[in-house]
């Protein structure tokens, strides 16, 4: 069909694609933006990128885990909330 642009999108699904696109310098579409559109969209909407997960956790330096305070007490028993 030569949907060229959509089999791009299609791959950059995959994260160790789109970050080679990146660095190639010819960023994935965004939306069905393409070239250097697509590069400003997806600084400015980062949360879209495939790794986001990743690049978040970077990016504070932890994992932000919930816990029921049950689980939490099980795990961490001396801790202040978990006393009374």
């Known amino acids: 069909m030569g949907m060229k642009v959509a089999a791009v999108a299609l791959l950059c699904e995959d994260a ?4 080679s696109m990146m660095q190639a310098g010819s960023p994935c ?3 069905g933006k393409i070239g250097e559109e697509a ?3 997806w600084e400015q909407n980062p ?3 495939p790794d986001w997960d990743e690049v978040k956790k970077e990016l504070t330096g932890y994992e ?3 816990y ?3 689980d939490f007490c099980k795990k961490y ?5 978990c006393s009374g």
């Open 16 to 19: 160790r694609v789109w970050r």
């Open 68 to 70: 029921r305070k049950g």
């Open 47 to 49: 949360e879209d990128r």
């Open 29 to 31: 579409p965004y939306k």
């Open 64 to 66: 932000i885990k919930a």
């Open 39 to 41: 590069k400003v969209a």
């Open 77 to 81: 028993p001396k801790h202040k909330i």
